[in-house]
């Protein structure tokens, strides 16, 4: 019953940055972790980052690590991935979600309530 909107996609040179927004509406998850997948066309939906409910632990895949910055704001019901130094390779749709239980923060199994996703697509 929670819906999930990702936005803030879009073009940019290599080098650039995007700051993708992931807002909850419906219903709000409460002390739980959320994160963020993404997907190139072929490819299996890839974990990004995550951030626990307090914001004090974040993960992140060794790709990204250094160049993006998730964030929270609870109050607002919205999560956000800050995403600097961007490569070619970061082309792909980015969705974010809420994971259910306790499972492995960077498994796709352990989220839930997928988005629709936001395009992102960075040029040579």
């Known amino acids: 019953q929670v819906q999930l909107v990702e936005s803030g996609g879009g073009l940019a040179q290599a080098g650039g940055s995007l700051r993708l927004s992931c807002a909850a509406s419906?219903?709000?998850?409460?002390?739980?972790?959320m994160g963020w997948f993404r997907q190139a066309p072929g490819q299996e939906r890839e974990f990004i980052a995550a951030i626990s409910w307090s914001g004090a632990t974040t993960y992140y895949s060794d790709s990204v690590k250094g160049r993006f910055t998730i964030t929270r704001d609870n109050a607002k019901n919205t999560v956000y991935l800050q995403m600097g130094s961007l490569k070619p390779e970061d082309t792909a749709v980015y969705y974010c979600s809420a994971r259910v239980g306790t499972g492995s923060p960077y498994l796709q199994h352990s989220y839930t309530n997928w988005g629709q996703g936001t395009q992102v697509t960075v040029s040579s």
């Open positions: 419906g219903r709000t998850f409460s002390g739980v972790l």
